[in-house]
């Protein structure tokens, strides 16, 4: 069994399409995506229709909840992706779940099993530790547990031997983010990031993959809508206060 896992692709469209292709290129036998499909400056609902079309298992993020959910106080990448989407997009996302047993020996989540907005191998901008790991997977016991929402791509085994993997993020290379405290999320390449895990001979391996593509095209359509940091994080895997 070959599982592609992709996650956090915020809109970007050119980065998704470049993941697609090699995708196809490795012979995987099934799909997920796990979540913050859309939210972002760049292309939410070209992405939307793209995903809408592909036999692939979807998680919602919380940015979709958060696109759901809009209010006065929301950020700015979620209330553009709102703007661009049309309610055939906005139901397909209502359908979403954070979470799903997706077999009986893979459980899927986007951060982790029981919260969509804590990460699950990260606390911030720090690798989080075995005991914090075990603390927030809770009961789930399948060998496989794919998690993204951090945008950090990262396989560890529990302390009961399952493999935990985030592929990383496909569409947003950098971040910057103010809780718990501010700091920086940073890949240091504008790639674009997945995984395939596959379980041979009943236990569970991991490939990360970081897949080059235009990533000065969506360069380009950030700072046309206004966002520079997008645009030097796309461009660089770095936030402008270290590129």
């Given at each position: 069994?070959?599982?592609?896992?992709?996650?956090?692709?915020?809109?970007?469209?050119?980065?998704?399409?470049?993941?697609?292709?090699?995708?196809?290129?490795?012979?995987?036998?099934?799909?997920?995506?796990?979540?913050?499909?859309?939210?972002?400056?760049?292309?939410?609902?070209?992405?939307?229709?793209?995903?809408?079309?592909?036999?692939?298992?979807?998680?919602?993020?919380?940015?979709?909840?958060?696109?759901?959910?809009?209010?006065?106080?929301?950020?700015?990448?979620?209330?553009?992706?709102?703007?661009?989407?049309?309610?055939?997009?906005?139901?397909?996302?209502?359908?979403?779940?954070?979470?799903?047993?997706?077999?009986?020996?893979?459980?899927?989540?986007?951060?982790?099993?029981?919260?969509?907005?804590?990460?699950?191998?990260?606390?911030?901008?720090?690798?989080?530790?075995?005991?914090?790991?075990?603390?927030?997977?809770?009961?789930?016991?399948?060998?496989?547990?794919?998690?993204?929402?951090?945008?950090?791509?990262?396989?560890?085994?529990?302390?009961?031997?399952?493999?935990?993997?985030?592929?990383?993020?496909?569409?947003?290379?950098?971040?910057?983010?103010?809780?718990?405290?501010?700091?920086?999320?940073?890949?240091?390449?504008?790639?674009?990031?997945?995984?395939?895990?596959?379980?041979?001979?009943?236990?569970?391996?991991?490939?990360?993959l970081s897949i080059p593509y235009d990533h000065q095209s969506?360069?380009?359509?950030?700072?046309?809508?206004?966002?520079?940091?997008?645009?030097?994080?796309?461009?660089?895997?770095?936030?402008?206060?270290?590129?």
């Amino acid at each position: 069994m070959r599982i592609a896992l992709v996650s956090d692709i915020h809109g970007n469209l050119a980065a998704l399409e470049a993941v697609a292709a090699d995708i196809v290129r490795h012979g995987v036998d099934a799909v997920v995506n796990l979540g913050d499909s859309l939210s972002g400056p760049l292309l939410p609902r070209e992405t939307a229709q793209f995903l809408m079309a592909q036999d692939w298992t979807h998680l919602a993020g919380n940015h979709e909840r958060q696109i759901l959910e809009l209010h006065p106080g929301s950020g700015a990448a979620d209330r553009y992706a709102h703007a661009q989407l049309a309610p055939r997009e906005l139901a397909w996302i209502a359908t979403l779940k954070p979470a799903l047993q997706y077999s009986a020996d893979v459980f899927l989540c986007h951060g982790t099993p029981s919260s969509d907005i804590t990460g699950l191998l990260e606390t911030a901008d720090r690798h989080a530790g075995a005991a914090d790991i075990e603390q927030r997977l809770g009961q789930v016991d399948a060998g496989l547990i794919a998690c993204g929402h951090t945008h950090v791509a990262r396989s560890v085994r529990s302390a009961r031997g399952q493999l935990i993997v985030n592929p990383g993020s496909v569409g947003q290379p950098a971040y910057a983010d103010d809780h718990p405290y501010p700091h920086a999320i940073e890949s240091g390449a504008p790639d674009a990031r997945y995984a395939i895990v596959e379980c041979r001979q009943g236990l569970w391996q991991a490939q990360l993959l970081s897949i080059p593509y235009d990533h000065q095209s969506m360069a380009a359509l950030a700072r046309r809508n206004g966002r520079e940091d997008w645009a030097a994080a796309l461009a660089s895997g770095y936030m402008p206060m270290s590129a």
